[in-house]
C-alpha cells in the first residue's frame, strides 16, 4: 500500500510485492517526468533511446576502429623505427670502426709529430745557443745604434730649432708680402675708382660738348628760324606800307569823287529848279555857260530829269561801292596789321 499526493487529492494505491510496487513507483515517476519535458510518448522517448545508445555503440565502435587504425599505424611506426635504430647501430658500428681507425692514425701521426718536435726541440736549443751569442752581438750594436740615434735626435732638435726659425722667417715674410698684396690691392682699387672717375668725368665733358653742339645747333636753327621771320615780317610790313598807301590814294580818290559827286548833286538839283518867266539864269562857270536849261513843259526836260535821276542813282551805287571798297581796305589793313602783331 503506497499513497500518492497530488497538488489536488491523494490517491491511495495498493501492490501484491514489492517488485509491483517498483514498477509502478518507476512509472509513475517516468510519466511526471515526461510530463516535465513536454513529451506524450513513451515509446518515442524509448524509440529515441534507443537510436542514441545505437548512435552511441556506433560511435564507440567507430572510436574503436580508430584506436585499432592507431594502433596498427603506431605498431608499423614501431617497427619502422626498430628498422632505422638497427640501421643506426649498424652505422654507429662502422662509425665505430672508422672512429677507431682515425684514432690510430692520429695516434701515428702524434707519435710522429712528437719525433719531429724533439727534432725540432733539439734544432731549437742549438739555435738558442746561436742566438744567445748573436744577441751579445746584436746588443753591443744595439748600444752603438742608441749611441748614433742619441747623437741623430740632438742633431735632430737642432734641426728642428732651425728650422722653426726658417718657419717664423717665412711666415714673417708672408705676413709682409700678405701686407704689399694688401696695399697693392688697395693701390689698385683707389687706380680702378680714379680711372671710374677720369672715365666718368670724360664721358660727362664729352656729354657737355655734345648738349653744347646740340644746343648750338638749336640756337642757330632757332637763329635762323628768327631772321626767317624778321625778313617775313619787313615782307609783311612793306606790304603793309604798300596797302596804307594805296589805301590812302583810295581814301583821297575817295573823297575827290564824294566831293565831285556832291557838287555835281549841287548843280544837278540846281538844273533840275524849273525857272519861272523873267527869272535871269544862274551862272555855272566856264564848263557850264553853253548849257540851257528847257522849260518845264518841254518833254526834253523830263528826259533830261530822268537821266540824271539815273545818273544820281548810278553815283550813289559808285559812292556805295567805293565805301566798301574803302571798309574792305580797311579791313584788309587791319588783318595786316593783326599778322604783324602776331611774331
Same mark, same amino acid.
Given at each position: 500500500m503506497f499513497c500518492l499526493k497530488t497538488l489536488s487529492k491523494t490517491y491511495e494505491m495498493s501492490a501484491s510485492d514489492t517488485k509491483q510496487r517498483q514498477e509502478w513507483t518507476t512509472a509513475i515517476q517516468t510519466a511526471i517526468r515526461l510530463h516535465v519535458e513536454g513529451k506524450t510518448s513513451l515509446h518515442k522517448d524509448l524509440k529515441m533511446k534507443r537510436r542514441e545508445q545505437r548512435e552511441q555503440r556506433e560511435k564507440r565502435q567507430q572510436a574503436k576502429e580508430e584506436e585499432l587504425h592507431r594502433l596498427r599505424a603506431l605498431q608499423e611506426e614501431r617497427e619502422r623505427k626498430l628498422a632505422?635504430?638497427?640501421?643506426?647501430?649498424?652505422?654507429?658500428?662502422?662509425?665505430?670502426? %672508422?672512429?677507431?681507425?682515425?684514432?690510430?692514425r692520429r695516434r701515428q701521426q702524434h707519435e710522429q709529430l712528437q719525433r719531429a718536435l724533439e727534432v725540432q726541440l733539439r734544432e731549437?736549443?742549438?739555435?738558442?745557443?746561436?742566438?744567445?751569442?748573436?744577441?751579445?752581438?746584436?746588443?753591443?750594436?744595439?748600444?752603438?745604434?742608441?749611441?748614433?740615434?742619441?747623437?741623430?735626435?740632438?742633431?735632430?732638435?737642432?734641426?728642428?730649432?732651425?728650422?722653426?726659425?726658417?718657419?717664423?722667417?717665412?711666415?714673417?715674410?708672408?705676413?709682409?708680402?700678405?701686407?704689399?698684396?694688401?696695399?697693392?690691392?688697395?693701390?689698385?682699387?683707389?687706380?680702378?675708382?680714379?680711372?671710374?672717375?677720369?672715365?666718368?668725368?670724360?664721358?660727362?665733358?664729352?656729354?657737355?660738348?655734345?648738349?653744347?653742339?646740340? %644746343?648750338?645747333?638749336?640756337?642757330?636753327?632757332k637763329s635762323r628760324s628768327l631772321d626767317e621771320a624778321q625778313r617775313q615780317l619787313e615782307e609783311v610790313r612793306a606790304?603793309?606800307?604798300?596797302?596804307?598807301?594805296?589805301?590812302?590814294?583810295?581814301?583821297?580818290?575817295?573823297?575827290?569823287?564824294?566831293?565831285?559827286?556832291?557838287h555835281w548833286n549841287v548843280q544837278m538839283n540846281r538844273l533840275m529848279r524849273p525857272i519861272g518867266p523873267g527869272e535871269k539864269r544862274p551862272s555855272l562857270g566856264s564848263s557850264f555857260s553853253s548849257f540851257q536849261i528847257p522849260t518845264q513843259r518841254d518833254p526834253g526836260l523830263r528826259l533830261r530829269r530822268r537821266s540824271g535821276s539815273e545818273d544820281q542813282d548810278e553815283e550813289s551805287k559808285e559812292n556805295v561801292d567805293t565805301t566798301a571798297g574803302c571798309d574792305l581796305e580797311k579791313r584788309h589793313s587791319h588783318a595786316s596789321n593783326g599778322d604783324m602783331d602776331i611774331p
Open positions: 632505422e635504430l638497427d640501421l643506426l647501430k649498424e652505422a654507429q658500428k662502422q662509425a665505430q670502426a %672508422l672512429l677507431e681507425q682515425d684514432e690510430q731549437a736549443e742549438e739555435a738558442r745557443v746561436s742566438m744567445q751569442a748573436e744577441m751579445a752581438l746584436k746588443e753591443q750594436e744595439a748600444e752603438r745604434q742608441r749611441k748614433r740615434i742619441q747623437e741623430l735626435e740632438e742633431m735632430q732638435k737642432r734641426l728642428e730649432e732651425a728650422l722653426q726659425l726658417e718657419i717664423k722667417a717665412r711666415r714673417d715674410e708672408e705676413a709682409f708680402r700678405y701686407a704689399q698684396a694688401g696695399l697693392l690691392a688697395e693701390e689698385e682699387e683707389k687706380m680702378k675708382a680714379l680711372m671710374r672717375l677720369q672715365e666718368e668725368q670724360e664721358e660727362y665733358i664729352l656729354k657737355t660738348q655734345r648738349e653744347k653742339q646740340e %644746343l648750338k645747333q638749336e640756337m642757330e636753327a606790304n603793309r606800307h604798300r596797302v596804307d598807301q594805296d589805301v590812302v590814294a583810295a581814301q583821297r580818290k575817295l573823297r575827290q569823287a564824294s566831293t565831285n559827286v556832291k
